[in-house]
């Protein structure tokens, strides 16, 4: 009575990445993070001598443009973050770029963890902009420098958060279900 018509089928489809504009984003956020793992955020844990100058350079230059005093410094509970970002992290990005290109709910676990875990990390690290890590001599940090190095660690807080928002509601997050007598009748 008040269920589906009889002879009405229901498909669970997917749909394309290009129809999910805040997936392309993760997207975009894994593929962008890949490199800058294991290019900057490595040469804390590796030896200088296993990086081409290049990157060594690169981190240099961000070192000293925005006084940037974890960087710097690399002090061990930032070794110890960045140790799960290379064991942890970027394999669950290689993992999941292919995951939500292709629309696979197996990655929501995955996502779950790994938005939880990547926001905790940035706390103790905005924390040290605003609250003051003067560890190993590094000087204060300006209010415009604290300001321009929460800017450009805030996406690796609010992206993890906002996956997390994404994957929590559901166990299928990438199933549309389409009701073909509905889809026919709809006029827009």
Request: net charge positive; hydrophobic share 45%; aromatic share 12%.
């Amino acid at each position: 009575m008040g269920g589906a018509k009889r002879g009405t089928k229901t498909k669970t489809t997917t749909r394309s990445l290009l129809q999910r504009p805040l997936d392309l984003v993760f997207v975009c956020f894994f593929v962008t993070h890949v490199p800058t793992s294991l290019a900057v955020d490595a040469q804390c844990l590796v030896p200088a001598e296993y990086f081409p100058e290049p990157l060594r350079l690169l981190l240099d230059y961000h070192v000293a443009t925005f006084k940037d005093p974890l960087m710097g410094t690399c002090p061990p509970w930032l070794r110890a973050v960045i140790f799960c970002e290379l064991a942890f992290q970027v394999p669950f990005f290689l993992v999941a770029t292919y995951a939500f290109c292709r629309g696979r709910n197996w990655i929501r676990i995955p996502s779950l963890i790994y938005g939880t875990h990547t926001s905790t990390t940035l706390v103790p690290i905005l924390g040290s902009f605003w609250l003051g890590d003067e560890s190993k001599g590094a000087p204060p940090l300006s209010l415009a420098e604290k300001w321009t190095l929460t800017g450009i660690y805030i996406p690796y807080l609010i992206l993890p958060l906002l996956l997390v928002l994404r994957m929590l509601p559901t166990d299928k997050p990438f199933d549309a279900v389409a009701d073909e007598s509905s889809r026919k009748s709809k006029t827009w």
